[in-house]
């Protein structure tokens, strides 16, 4: 991030800080690299200084705590089994690729993801709206999940 910085107009970097702790006002926030980084005092901090979304790049980034805080303090939350899925997702398709023994453009594999990405949206989304509440994408997110692992139990005679 910090070589990021150096070459953005209106990027900053506050070495060895949290920047939701430093800044006046953010739009939305992107922890991606620790776990548990958003914890219930940065949770709060986001909701003071104006965070419209959270979204998780990384494994659990958020303590359960906090995550309570942005959904009391209307922040649309993006939990990591969704918001992180890109990674997962790419490394499907570079399987695809080579299962078939062929090559796709980085404009198809981008065309790729950012369909899957939406599919992904739009089933937690869903999933929220039809059994939850609409606006709660951690719900639709576990309950979109909890489906899929059901229905393949089923289908595996499993259940």
Same mark, same amino acid.
């Given at each position: 991030?910090? @070589?990021?910085?150096?070459?953005?107009?209106?990027?900053?970097?506050?070495?060895?800080?949290?920047?939701?702790?430093?800044?006046?006002?953010?739009?939305?926030? #992107?922890?991606?690299?620790?776990?548990?980084?958003?914890?219930?005092?940065?949770?709060?901090?986001?909701?003071?200084?104006?965070?419209?979304?959270?979204?998780?790049?990384?494994?659990?980034?958020?303590?359960?705590?906090?995550?309570?805080?942005?959904?009391?303090?209307?922040?649309? #939350?993006?939990?990591?089994?969704?918001?992180?899925?890109?990674?997962?997702?790419?490394?499907?398709? @570079?399987?695809?690729?080579?299962?078939?023994?062929?090559?796709?453009?980085?404009?198809?594999? @981008?065309?790729?993801l950012?369909?899957?990405?939406?599919?992904?949206?739009?089933?937690?989304?869903?999933?929220a709206? !039809?059994?939850?509440?609409?606006?709660?994408?951690?719900?639709?997110?576990?309950?979109?999940? #909890?489906l899929?692992?059901?229905?393949?139990?089923? @289908? !595996?005679?499993?259940?």
């Amino acid at each position: 991030m910090s @070589e990021y910085a150096k070459k953005s107009k209106t990027a900053t970097y506050h070495e060895g800080k949290r920047p939701w702790c430093v800044v006046e006002e953010i739009d939305l926030a #992107f922890p991606c690299a620790t776990q548990n980084e958003v914890d219930d005092v940065a949770a709060k901090e986001l909701v003071k200084r104006g965070c419209k979304g959270l979204f998780e790049g990384a494994n659990m980034p958020s303590t359960p705590e906090a995550v309570e805080i942005l959904e009391s303090g209307n922040i649309v #939350f993006g939990p990591a089994k969704a918001a992180n899925a890109g990674g997962v997702a790419v490394s499907g398709l @570079e399987m695809a690729q080579n299962a078939q023994m062929v090559s796709w453009s980085a404009e198809c594999v @981008e065309g790729k993801l950012n369909d899957i990405m939406k599919d992904i949206y739009s089933q937690c989304a869903e999933c929220a709206k !039809q059994y939850w509440e609409p606006e709660n994408l951690k719900a639709g997110a576990n309950i979109a999940a #909890f489906l899929k692992v059901a229905a393949a139990l089923r @289908e !595996q005679g499993a259940v």
